[in-house]
Structure formats: C-alpha cells, structure tokens
C-alpha cells in the first residue's frame, strides 16, 4: 500500500526526532504532501516507484529538520520536573542527614543503651532508598528516566543491603554476640544483593540518542 511506504519511509528518516505530538503532526503533513506529489507525477506517466523517488527528491534534505526536532526535545526533556524525583531526593539527602547528625550526637552523649545510640540509623536507610529513587527516575539531556516500579526496585535493593549493616549493628549492640549479627547482616544483605543483580541484568539501555 502507497500510503503505508511513504509512513515507513518518514519513520526511517525521522527516527532520530524525538517522540512529541509536534513531530506526529509533522509527519501526518508530510505524508499528505508526499501523496499529493506522486499522485501528481504518476498523473503525468511515471510508474509508482519512479514517481515515490521523485517524490522523496522534491521534499528536499530533511535532516537539518531532525536536528532540530531532537534539540527542541531535549530542550524540553531538561525543563522537565517530576515532583515524584524531586521529593525523592531531597526527602532522601534530608533523612540521611538527619540519621547521621542524631547518630553522630548521641555517641557523643553519654548513653547507657548503645541500642539507642545506633536506633536513628533507621533514618538512614530510608533516605538511601528514597534517594536512589529519586536519582533514577530523574530526567537528563542524556538519559530517559527509568520507570517508577523499576526505581522503588532499586530503591527497595539500596534500601535492603542499608538495613543489612543497620540490623546487624544494632543486633550486636542488644545482645553482644557477634554471631547473630553476622546472620542478620547474611540474610538481608543476601536479599538486596541478589535484587540488584536481578535488576542490573535486565537493565535496558536509558541513554538518548545523539
């Protein structure tokens, strides 16, 4: 079908511009205007297929166009903003922050339950998750974000191996053996581990084209 070859051909030729209701407008108006052109010169006698040539010659050099399509959509992709990333990293770097300070006062604090000294950790391991969150799913000129459930994936793995370290610290502290720290530490950091490899080798390539 004639209109499906010249759909094809505008595909082809405008893969690199980017995906907007901008760019689908313009190949619906190319489409119409190549129509046109080879009903016009089969009109005169040419075959199809020298007329879709003449066709395609007439519409001129079309790259110049591409490039333009791709930087107005990477203008546009950087002045994005997910409220979702946003809150992500700055409620992610805020709880860290505010875990380490807590730790870091009450070890200096005289305290009795060294449980209590390590207790805000938790904060940590939150932040961590929810940077990591924030961090993926944030649009740049060189990469697509990635998909919210992948990133509370990776989140979630992030998040898994911190309370690793955190539950094993403070089952050494409550009980003062080491052994049941190294277990607690073995399975959640077994867990996170095993998520993210599952999640790095299966990871599809986020990078724009140039």
């Not at 607690?184 to 993210?196: E, I, K, P, R, Y």
């Amino acid at each position: 079908m004639l209109r499906q070859r010249v759909e094809n051909y505008l595909n082809s030729v405008l893969a690199g511009g980017g995906d907007s209701r901008q760019l689908a407008d313009l190949k619906e108006e190319l489409t119409t205007n190549l129509l046109e052109k080879i009903s016009d010169y089969q009109a005169q006698g040419m075959e199809e297929d020298e007329a879709f040539r003449e066709a395609i010659i007439s519409l001129g050099d079309l790259s110049a166009l591409v490039d333009d399509l791709r930087r107005a959509q990477g203008d546009w992709a950087a002045g994005r903003i997910d409220g979702w990333s946003i809150a992500g990293i700055i409620g992610g770097v805020l709880l860290c922050m505010f875990g380490l300070f807590t730790v870091v006062m009450m070890y200096v604090m005289p305290a009795e339950d060294p449980v209590a000294t390590a207790g805000p950790g938790i904060f940590i391991v939150v932040g961590g998750a929810l940077l990591t969150y924030g961090l993926l799913t944030r649009e740049t000129k060189a990469r697509h974000p990635m998909s919210r459930l992948r990133a509370l994936l990776y989140g979630l793995s992030v998040g898994l191996l911190l309370f690793a370290l955190f539950s094993s610290l403070i089952t050494r502290y409550a009980t003062g053996e080491q052994h049941p720290a190294v277990a607690t530490l073995m399975v959640f950091s077994l867990a996170g581990v095993g998520l993210l490899l599952f999640l790095s080798l299966t990871e599809k390539d986020r990078r724009k084209r140039s």
